[in-house]
């Protein structure tokens, strides 16, 4: 079943009761089944929640996100103990070996620079040598084509809006967008990995000591490009530069963007678990490769 994203930008009061969540402001009362939720952002400073409601929702794999007083996600709760033989698969991922953490990232970088090279080539109208530089990817992305993709990809992106961007975490218009589309899907793929037992302070690659998802950080990158599509979108259809609420919930839509596997089409936050799961198998040894669904149906048909 698809779990629904609920954003509250309000004063709020979140209690818990017969196993659903009941959302109640100055305006009105509604209760959600705890079960349908997957991701509950929380974006006022005077919201209240239980501690039972936040419990259950913690126990029902809900990703709490509470967001900071500039509206962009700060924190989030996830749980763990999600994963029926939880402690062997952290000691598999802690004990993974160095080869194999860098084969999983170079795969991971190949997806992210074609996935780059594909929605560049559809914004454009142009061909481009991503392909290319997906090629050249080494183990561990030694070369660091990740860089070298990234500085090309951004410098052709927005060619077409009259605006000087440079992709900062903290700069002017568009970055704002991004960067809220980006903690919404970071999120998502902690989430699923959470659900896979993983733990996602343990990264493949990200090894900052400060960084408590850093192993989301890792394998949300092939994804990035979902919301580069979504903040295009959003640029061609709206005028705001602010994040408002009418942003914030088409950024939201990314979780449901429906992504294809080979033998099927899935929605994006049914996708990660996928993607998740596969990465548990890896470290379990039960299987070389992660599962990455393609972004875009790219037969004949489409």
Known sequence: MLKKSILIENKTAITAKNLQLVIKSEIRESAIPIEDIGFLVLDHQEIYISLPAMNLLVENNTSVIICSKNHLPNGMFLNLNSHHIQQEVFKNQIDASIPLK???????????????????????????SFEFLASKVLSGDTSNMEGVAASQYWKSFFDTYDIKFRRER????????????????RAATARAL???????????????????FALADDIMEPFRPLVDEKVFEIMQTYDEQELNTKIKAELLQVLTRTVYFKEEKSPLMVALQKTASSLQQCFMGQRKKIKYPKLWNLTPTE
């Open 102 to 128: 860098k084969q999983l990232w170079q795969q991971t970088i190949v997806e992210k620079i074609t996935n780059q090279g594909l929605l560049l080539e559809r914004i454009t109208q142009n061909k481009n």
């Open 170 to 185: 903290f700069g002017d218009y568009p970055n704002n967008f991004l960067n809220y589309g980006y903690a919404i899907l």
């Open 194 to 212: 959470s659900g896979s037992g993983l733990l996602n302070t343990l990264g493949i690659h990200h090894k900052s000591k400060y960084n408590a």
